[in-house]
């Protein structure tokens, strides 16, 4: 079946056609759920940020200049969204503190079903910094490369290379302890 | 050789940046540094994981909620608005550059380039320009006719009025002069009337004196 691409279903938005804007939605909502799961490890957390994300993408739809592909942009959205959201959660944290884990809201089986293996790397990711964590989300899972990161993100490429070196370091001792 | 850091040589190789030299220049790293090869190791192994990792359905929300809890987009962030600008500019430029000219004249339109009147339009023109003309001189000529013939009526009147005046004048000099003659004859035939009086009663009273004398004596 014939598909429409992303920038025809925004511009049927844009005229204020609901149906496409929900088709949109459709396309994008599962990669950017999942994105709210390994960045906060909380499902109710993921479905507030998911809500936000969109309702952000699109108030500000009309300037997405097309210049890149709507997936960046989306991302790029999500991520400052993200932080935002950290900062609400958390307001004396900074970008590149560690969490505190709390034992009874860490994401468990009751909150992250699905494979066991899922929810140890989403364990594993919710002990990172949000600054390190948002490279490797988008590196892993979003294939991002770095150059897309550091336009995504704000910061330099090879800044986004010494976060994930750093990220991978921490990932494999606590892995490690995981799969112990 | 160039030396690469170790975060900038993994993140090529995680990005499938790397050319031959950087290449030998990673599997070297990965054989002579240890820490290097755990962490590509580990890059590795969070990559099968990521691969491997079940994305989760989204549970049912409420879609519609975006669309509806959004604005309407304002008309200047319509994505034509620039487009629109640059035709209008290259119209305003071109009709800039080509004198364009829409005219409206007993209800017919005219449109003309280069800023240049046609024949007609240039004919109209100057048969209005001359009938001004022409008018304005009349109108002078008139005003100049007026006022020369005031000028002669004025100078006639003057001239009739002094020649009255003078002619007035001379004839009451005349008649004194007449008078003063009369006047003057009139005192010399009485002194002359006197004369003869005298004269005459000389000669009458001078004879009968000297008869008297003589017939006295």
Redesign the interface.
């Known amino acids: 079946m014939f598909e429409k691409s992303d920038e025809q279903l925004i ?1 049927k ?2 005229q ?1 056609n ?1 149906q496409a ?2 088709n949109l ?2 396309r994008y ?3 950017i ?2 994105y709210g ?1 390994r960045m906060t490890g909380k ?1 109710e957390d993921a ?1 507030d940020l ?2 936000e994300v ?2 952000s ?3 500000n ?3 997405f200049r097309q210049e890149g592909s709507f997936k960046s942009w989306l991302f790029r959205i999500a991520h400052y969204r993200c932080i935002e959201f950290y900062r609400r959660k958390r307001p004396m944290d900074g970008l590149d503190d560690i969490p505190e884990i709390e034992c009874e809201q860490a994401p468990s089986e009751q909150h ?4 066991i ?2 929810r140890l ?1 989403i364990q594993a990711m919710q002990q990172l910094p949000l600054a390190q964590k948002s490279v ?1 989300e988008l ?3 979003g294939q991002f ?3 897309e990161i550091a336009e995504l993100t704000g910061m330099s ?2 800044t ?3 976060r ?2 750093g990220a ?2 921490k ?2 001792t606590l ?1 490690e302890v995981d799969y112990a | 050789m160039p030396s690469y850091q170790n975060e900038q040589l993994l993140g090529m190789w995680l990005d499938g940046q790397l050319n031959e030299q950087q290449r030998q220049a990673f599997e070297q790293r990965c054989l002579d540094d240890a820490g290097f090869a755990q962490q590509v190791e580990a890059a590795n192994m969070f990559n099968l994981h990521a691969q491997h990792y079940v994305e989760q359905e989204v549970p049912q929300w409420d879609r519609a909620a975006t669309f509806d809890q959004t604005e309407k987009t304002p008309w200047w962030h319509w994505q034509g608005l620039s487009g629109l600008s640059i035709a209008l500019s290259v119209v305003a430029m071109f009709m800039v550059v080509t004198g364009f000219q829409i005219k409206v004249d007993e209800g017919a339109v005219t449109i003309s380039f280069a800023d240049k009147h046609s024949s007609q339009e240039l004919e109209r023109l100057v048969n209005d320009k001359l009938q001004q003309y022409q008018l304005e001189q009349q109108l002078a000529m008139n005003r100049f006719t007026q006022s020369l013939q005031q000028q002669q009526l004025d100078a006639s009147g003057q001239l009739t009025q002094y020649l009255l005046t003078s002619s007035r004048k001379e004839r009451r000099e005349d008649f004194a002069e007449l008078i003063k003659f009369i006047n003057e004859q009139r005192t010399d035939d009485q002194l002359f009337y006197a004369r003869q009086l005298n004269q005459l009663q000389q000669d009458v009273y001078s004879p009968a004196q000297t008869g008297m004398n003589i017939s006295k004596e």
């Open positions: 511009a938005a844009l204020g609901k804007w929900i939605l459709k909502e599962k990669p759920y999942n799961v499902h479905l998911m809500q969109f309702i993408v699109y108030r739809l009309a300037t992250i079903d699905s494979a293996e899922n790397l490797i590196k892993f899972f490369t770095f150059d490429a090879n986004a290379k010494s994930m070196y991978l370091e990932l494999k892995m």
